[in-house]
């Protein structure tokens, strides 16, 4: 039996703010047709835009990353999609229609784990077609000063991150995570972990457009030496298993799964995209793969990416 194509079975819908916006939005994720992949459709413009998830539709990553349609007054946007494609990559999603009535996608509880909710409640369904991979075939590397991510060869994704911050609560929890999915769960390893700022950037950011939808229901906040959340930190390592998950998602943009190993140090969602488009310019360095028998398909997200009802 191959290893098919997803969609989620039925409509869901979610309600919330966007993290950098404040503006209230609704949300609902449709089935879409084999090979349409993720996209995004704002449904508050007349006629609503649609914005496939692809590597070089991502124009600005300031503080998130988000999908761009059209130039100038035309230009349409779609802000904070990370988490939301976390997710959808997190349990193996291929296709799916994304419908917002505002220009961001709500932060929830500043993790995946509302999304994975979602998706979950929904069901999930195969498809005809075979699920298509890129496969990796050449290390891929790309920096930034001392910042800096790579792509190597690997039959199945897994994914190392270390982050530097010089803040006592984020250095006293682990700095450098590794997640083999394999044998590891995208569902309780990686999803619970929520996006982080600090109180002295508040109005920095808010004067630039950025966080006003922040509060403490939906991150980690800190000052100059704690956390300020009163239920703390869901793990020692959520800090650094954030990174993770936005990685994921910002990988996802790419438009299939990868096969590969991913491995990053102080990355972000500028060179997470750079690191993506910089593989697809090199058509060397990576294949489609697709697998029309289970037994010889990688372990990818194993325990996450069960048979679909």
């Not at 079975?9 to 919330?16: D, E, I, L, M």
């Not at 600005?60 to 946007?77: C, H, K, N, P």
């Not at 010089?166 to 590794?178: C, L």
Request: charged fraction near 25%.
């Amino acid at each position: 039996m191959m290893l098919r194509q997803r969609t989620i079975k039925t409509v869901t819908h979610a309600q919330g703010v966007g993290l950098h916006s404040g503006q209230r939005v609704n949300l609902s994720l449709h089935p879409a047709p084999p090979d349409t992949g993720v996209v995004f459709r704002r449904t508050d413009l007349s006629p609503p835009v649609e914005i496939p998830a692809r590597a070089q539709a991502v124009n600005e990553t300031t503080m998130a990353s988000t999908l761009t349609s059209g130039e100038g007054a035309d230009r349409v946007r779609v802000q904070t999609v990370e988490h939301l494609m976390s997710a959808l990559a997190g349990l193996g999603v291929d296709n799916v229609l994304v419908e917002v009535t505002a220009s961001e996608i709500p932060i929830l509880d500043g993790s995946a784990a509302s999304f994975v909710y979602l998706i979950q409640s929904a069901g999930i369904v195969e498809q005809a077609p075979c699920k298509r991979f890129i496969r990796v075939l050449e290390s891929v590397q790309v920096q930034e000063g001392d910042k800096w991510a790579r792509l190597d060869p690997h039959f199945g994704f897994r994914m190392a991150f270390e982050i530097h911050f010089g803040h006592p609560a984020i250095d006293s929890t682990r700095q450098r995570v590794e997640v083999d999915f394999s044998h590891q769960s995208y569902v309780t390893d990686v999803a619970r972990a929520r996006t982080f700022g600090f109180i002295n950037e508040v109005e920095f950011l808010r004067d630039r457009g950025l966080a006003k939808g922040g509060s403490l229901g939906n991150a980690i906040v800190m000052d100059d030496t704690r956390v300020l959340n009163d239920d703390g930190l869901r793990s020692g390592d959520e800090f650094a298993m954030h990174k993770i998950l936005d990685a994921i998602g910002d990988l996802y943009i790419i438009g299939a799964p990868l096969l590969a190993a991913y491995t990053a140090h102080k990355s972000g969602h500028a060179l997470n995209n750079q690191l993506i488009r910089a593989l697809l310019e090199r058509p060397q360095a990576w294949e489609w793969a697709t697998f029309r028998q289970r037994r010889r398909a990688p372990r990818v997200f194993e325990s996450d990416w069960r048979t679909a009802a």
